[in-house]
Nanobody, 120 residues
């Protein structure tokens, strides 16, 4: 099927930046929408960004103006550029992907997650 491998997480100070990458392999032609979720230990997993195959993006209000998602279809990779990071952004970040034809709420594939920690 599809495998998603994330990288780029780490520790940054408040106000800093990180760039997350998610490389897809396998049946990559089947991927349409991709998204970024995050989950803090005491919170539910939340969708923070989504990007369609043509590059159209949407963002949760909590990250608008600070996070930017992009994708390189030739490299089968999606990115999340995070700037002006806040301690509240601390979470495990997951990338996810939907099969073409899946217009529901659920994503079909998930990465392993990468920890982002923002210190005050």
């Amino acid at each position: 099927q599809v495998q998603l491998v994330e990288s780029g997480g780490g520790l940054v100070q408040a106000g800093g930046s990180l760039r997350l990458s998610c490389a897809a392999s396998g049946s990559v032609f089947s991927i349409n929408v991709m998204g970024w979720y995050r989950q803090a230990p005491d919170k539910q997993r939340e969708l923070v960004a989504a990007i369609s195959s043509d590059g159209s993006t949407s963002y949760d209000d909590s990250v608008k103006g600070r996070f930017t998602s992009s994708r390189d279809n030739a490299k089968h990779t999606v990115y999340l550029q995070m700037s002006s990071l806040k301690p509240e952004d601390t979470a495990v970040y997951y990338c996810a992907a939907k099969n073409r034809g899946n217009w529901g709420l659920e994503f079909d594939y998930w990465g392993q997650g990468t920890q982002v920690t923002v210190s005050s």
